[in-house]
Nanobody, 126 residues
Framework: QVQLVESGGGLVQAGGSLRLSCAASGRTFSSGAMGWFRQAPGKEREFVVSIRGSGVGTYYADSVKGRFTIYRDNAKNTVNLQMNSLKLEDTAVYYC???????????????????WGQGTQVTVSS
């Protein structure tokens, strides 16, 4: 089993930055791909970004490309999401997800991930 705990959410003005962290415990963290998803009010959960178990390969949703950066620290069992130039439409609950596989065929697909955190709220204000 893997337990995921997100932190770092909060309220930020448009154009600002936040860094989300996901702390993993329960098994060898470095073995699986990790991802971030988000769910805005009244909308379905959507893919944000994924990173391979090695930390080398990343895959971003077009909506966040160039603004968000994912990176992982396998020694600390954490994966982080640096979010810059935040927009109103980035407001959502952000979820960390972990997969058993090191690389995913469909990194944007929820079914690829085996474990999920409880989520952390990010609110971007004007």
């Amino acid at each position: 089993q893997v337990q995921l705990v997100e932190s770092g959410g909060g309220l930020v003005q448009a154009g600002g930055s936040l860094r989300l962290s996901c702390a993993a415990s329960g098994r060898t963290f470095s073995s699986g791909a990790m991802g971030w998803f988000r769910q805005a009010p009244g909308k379905e959960r959507e893919f944000v970004v994924s990173i391979r178990g090695s930390g080398v390969g990343t895959y971003y949703a077009d909506s966040v490309k160039g603004r968000f950066t994912i990176y992982r620290d396998n020694a600390k069992n954490t994966v982080n999401l640096q979010m810059n130039s935040l927009k109103l439409e980035d407001t959502a609950v952000y979820y960390c997800a972990a997969a058993r596989a090191r690389a995913l065929e469909q990194p944007a697909a929820e079914y690829e991930y085996d474990y999920w955190g409880q989520g952390t709220q990010v609110t971007v204000s004007s």
